[in-house]
C-alpha cells in the first residue's frame, strides 16, 4: 500500500477522469497537509474501491485529483459485528467509535439506555451523528479500511434489540464468562455495551430476553470506551482476523 495520504470522498472514481474533492477534504490536503500538484493520494470511497490518485490542481479554492486507478479495497474483517454503544459523554464516544472502526466493526448504534445520562433530540442529535460519521471516516483513512461503517441514528435500548438477528448476541455483564467458547465462528455478532453506569437491571434482562449471552471482561470494571476495545480485540482474535498472521502498522 502506498504512503500517500488516504483521503474519504463520495464519489465515482473513473480511470483517467478527474475528481473535484468536496470542501472539507480539499481543505484538509491543500492547507493542512499542504499538498501541491503531482502530490499522491490514495481516494477511497466509502464503499469498498480505493483509488490512487495524483493531484492535477490544489489550489485555496478548488483542489482536482486524477485518477490513475482503481482496485477493490482491503483491511474489512470477515466478522461483521454491529456495535451497540450507549451514548457517553464528551470525547469517550468518539474514542469509542474510532476504536471500533479500527477494530474492523461493520455498523455501529448509539443508544439510550436506563442509566445514559446523555439525551439528544432533533437538530443536535443530527449534528452529533454527523460528527460520529465524520469519526468513523477519519478512522478509516488512518487504518487503511475502505469501507466506511455506518453510525446509525440514536435507538433506544428496546428499538434496538427488536432488530436483532445476528447469529451471535452477546451483552458485556460483569462476572460471567464463556460466551466466546463455541468452535462455529458466527458470520454475524451483535455486542451491547452499557454507558458509564452500566445496564440496569431491567436493560441486562432486556438483552437476555432478545436472545443475548453475557460476556464478562474479567475483574476489573472498564470505562465504557475501553469496553468496546477490550471486547471487539477479543471477538476479531477469536473468530476474525486479528489472529497474528498478517503484520502491523501503527500510525
Do not use: N
Not at 459523554?89 to 474492523?104: F, P, S
Not at 439525551?119 to 460520529?132: V, Y
Not at 469501507?147 to 460483569?174: D, I, M, N
Amino acid at each position: 500500500m502506498s504512503s500517500a495520504p488516504r483521503i474519504h470522498v463520495a464519489a465515482d472514481f473513473p480511470v483517467g477522469g478527474d475528481v473535484v474533492l468536496p470542501e472539507g477534504p480539499a481543505r484538509h490536503v491543500a492547507r493542512v497537509l499542504r499538498l501541491g500538484e503531482g502530490a499522491p493520494l490514495r481516494l477511497f470511497d466509502g464503499a469498498g474501491l480505493e483509488a490512487r490518485a495524483v493531484l492535477v490542481e490544489a489550489g485555496r479554492k478548488r483542489v482536482v485529483a486524477r485518477i490513475e486507478a482503481v482496485e477493490a479495497g482491503r483491511g474489512e474483517s470477515p466478522l461483521a459485528v454491529h456495535l451497540g454503544q450507549a451514548i457517553s459523554k464528551g470525547d469517550r464516544m468518539d474514542y469509542a467509535i474510532q476504536k471500533a472502526v479500527e477494530l474492523g466493526v461493520a455498523a455501529i448504534t448509539p443508544l439510550y439506555t436506563e442509566h445514559g445520562d446523555v439525551r439528544l433530540k432533533g437538530e443536535r442529535e443530527a449534528k452529533k451523528l454527523a460528527h460520529w460519521q465524520a469519526v468513523a471516516a477519519s478512522a478509516c483513512e488512518q487504518c487503511g479500511r475502505a469501507v466506511v461503517p455506518t453510525v446509525h441514528a440514536p435507538l433506544l435500548l428496546t428499538e434496538w434489540l427488536g432488530q436483532r438477528s445476528e447469529s451471535l448476541r452477546l451483552v458485556l455483564h460483569p462476572g460471567t464468562a464463556g460466551a466466546l467458547e463455541r468452535s462455529d465462528p458466527p458470520a454475524t455478532v451483535a455486542l451491547l455495551i452499557g454507558p458509564e453506569g452500566g445496564l440496569s437491571s431491567a436493560d441486562v434482562a432486556a438483552a437476555m430476553a432478545a436472545g443475548f449471552s453475557p460476556l464478562s471482561l474479567g475483574p476489573r470494571i472498564l470505562r465504557t470506551e475501553t469496553a468496546p476495545v477490550v471486547a471487539l480485540s477479543l471477538l476479531q482474535y477469536r473468530f476474525g482476523d486479528l489472529d497474528g498472521s498478517l503484520p502491523y502498522e501503527t500510525d
